[in-house]
């Protein structure tokens, strides 16, 4: 706020020339069970405030926590795709701190014995690059209630005379999955860091163990970063800029935390350990909590919980059941479809994966299938402004279109009226050819009087095709084409058109 | 032998919220003393075959199907509440944090 303008910053691309970014990022994840973590209340996104609580989500003397056997097996399955080891054994701690969303003056969660460890995710960059990011654990815990701090004049705990807290959110499952420093990430940390988050989305999806909506809160980061003088150096004071839920916001909290910390250095001064807060409008961070001896947590074993020993058995079941993941099925498709990296790549990029893949399902060639959604169908995305799966043409409609040319019922140029009138409403593309009258004119018939009437308006070329010279057949056929509307297939016109001379 | 310190109770206080007067500090520090001496004496004859644990009970796994139960009604919710406004707690001012 007021603090924001008296902020030093180094020009970013001049930072990490003279100091080595390493990033730490931790994610929560809610759970999509039906239930809470530990207590039977229904989880449902917007009920009225406190209508989703019981005794145990409201701490209530004598509450005894049950887990939900789901959100295990979430977790676990979470750990699985992101290659870690399943404990043989884990057990619930007890972080005990007093914040009035934390109605039991404790969060359960896990310290000593997270369920999952030792895990890594390959991340894709914008360029294909893949970078590995090591996992140090996932835990389960519980989620916190929700302030609301009124009373002030910014709406923020300053100046606020009193909050206002709903605990349909306490006791929501998470998952919170902590990344090992990130090295070697260098300028591209940024994009890093937010290609990791977005990863960790898609596989949450496809999972199915999270509807993963940021804009929700579903998935949120919070970002350490740290400056080096040079990669061999130890590593830097960290700070932890919290609650960053965007996937743009992640990557410009690194840019300014890495302009910032360059800016401190520079100085000569030293990176304070503390919590910074994420200002989405004006995209600086904050400082908030200094870590300090408040930081203790005083963590110990939840005597209310007993161990979860997961049986190898059970993980090797849901093993089982882990779908194909986000990667793996692009690399298989690429395979199967023969496209170079490159266009592979365009095709991620344009969110036509998906669309080419139904596409081919319904019959189209791969080629056909990208030609058609990255060429015309790119295009009239990019000038409608509209997301290119919003179109209003489905992968159905373009095999068949696609069928349609295979067939030699329309070409092309046909084609493409086609679309237009499919884009415009007209129906399928079928329903277009017969309502349109484009069908290329096979009918010898009605070729003959295009071309007889051709021949008839330019005798002197009738004449220098006579003796010899074939160059100037190119006008008969372009009058005859003109006179089809392009419905004609000029192969045959040329032949009928020799023959007619002949 | 005392494991202990006056500085140590007063820091756990702190951290547990309590105000403690300086004479309470000191008879605490004895006090704990006591207890975390008889919880030692279990160490001693524990044998390395007994593995550490938390939890006395040799069970495991104890799960609950994912099958929603009806909440508590708002008004049971919130008579527990100090305050109430548009059915959420109403608690005071939290400082020290943005």
């Known amino acids: 706020m007021s603090a924001h303008a008296t902020v030093d910053l180094v020009d970013y691309d001049e930072a990490v020339r003279r100091y080595d970014p390493v990033i730490g990022i931790e994610v929560h994840v809610e759970l999509g069970t039906k239930t809470k973590m530990f207590c039977a209340a229904e989880v449902e996104f917007g009920g009225e405030p406190n209508t989703q609580v019981t005794p145990v989500s409201l701490g209530l003397p004598g509450a005894l926590p049950v887990v939900n056997g789901k959100a295990v097996e979430y977790a676990i399955k979470i750990g699985l795709a992101l290659n870690c080891q399943i404990a043989e054994s884990c057990r619930f701690a007890r972080k005990n701190y007093f914040y009035p969303d934390v109605p039991k003056n404790f969060q359960t969660s896990q310290y000593d014995e997270p369920i999952a460890f030792d895990g890594y995710l390959d991340v894709e960059l914008e360029d294909g690059t893949i970078f590995r990011v090591d996992i140090e654990r996932a835990h389960m815990e519980e989620d916190a209630g929700k302030n609301t701090h009124v009373g002030g004049a910014t709406g923020r705990i300053h100046g606020a005379e009193y909050s206002l807290v709903d605990y349909n959110r306490a006791g929501i499952p998470l998952v919170e999955i902590v990344t090992r420093p990130i090295t070697g990430a260098g300028e591209r940390a940024p994009e890093v860091a937010r290609a990791y988050v977005q990863t960790l989305r898609d596989i949450f999806r496809a999972l199915d163990v999270s509807e993963a909506r940021m804009e929700r809160g579903n998935v949120r980061a919070d970002v350490n970063l740290s400056l080096r003088a040079t990669p061999e150096s130890p590593l830097g004071t960290r700070t932890e800029t919290k609650n960053v839920n965007s996937f743009r916001s992640i990557e410009r909290a690194v840019r300014y935390e890495v302009s910032r910390q360059a800016a401190v250095l520079d100085e000569g001064g030293t990176v304070i350990q503390e919590t910074r807060h994420w200002h989405e409008d004006t995209s600086v961070t904050t400082a908030g909590r200094v870590k300090s001896d408040a930081e203790d947590y005083r963590y110990f074993p939840e005597p209310d919980l007993v161990p979860v020993a997961p049986s190898r058995d059970w993980v090797e079941q849901i093993r089982a059941t882990l779908p194909e993941l986000p990667v793996a099925r692009r690399n298989r498709l690429q395979g199967e479809w023969g496209y170079a990296d490159a266009e592979m790549r365009d095709v991620v990029n344009a969110g036509a994966l998906d669309l080419i893949e139904a596409t081919v399902a319904a019959g189209a060639s791969p080629a056909a299938a990208r030609k058609w959604w990255m060429g015309e169908l790119a295009r009239y995305a990019k000038t409608s402004d509209t997301e290119i799966a919003e179109i209003a043409v489905t992968p159905a409609q373009i095999a068949q279109l696609q069928a349609l040319v295979d067939s030699g019922r329309i070409n092309d140029k046909l084609a493409r009226q086609v679309l237009e009138g499919v884009l415009a409403g007209e129906g399928d593309p079928e329903a277009v050819v017969v309502a349109r009258g484009l069908e290329v004119v096979s009918d010898d018939g009605a070729l003959l009087e295009a071309i007889d009437a051709a021949l008839a308006a330019q005798p002197d070329i009738v004449e220098k095709v006579r003796s010899g010279n074939m160059g100037p057949i190119g006008a008969i056929i372009g009058a005859v084409m003109k006179a089809t509307k392009g419905q004609a297939d000029a192969g045959r016109v040329r032949e009928l058109v020799i023959e007619r001379i002949g | ?98």
């Open chain 2, 1 to 98: 032998m005392s494991t202990i310190s006056r500085d140590e109770v007063a820091r756990v206080a702190v951290l547990a919220r309590i105000d403690l007067r300086p004479e309470e500090l000191d008879r605490l520090a004895g006090e704990l003393d006591v207890i975390v001496d008889a919880i030692a004496q279990v160490s001693e004859v524990a044998t390395p075959d007994v593995p550490a644990t938390s939890h006395p009970l040799p069970l495991t796994n104890v799960f609950r199907d994912d099958v929603p139960v009806p909440p508590l009604p708002v008004e049971d919710v919130l008579a527990a509440a100090p305050a109430s406004e548009d059915g959420r707690f109403s608690v005071p001012q939290i400082l020290g944090e943005e």
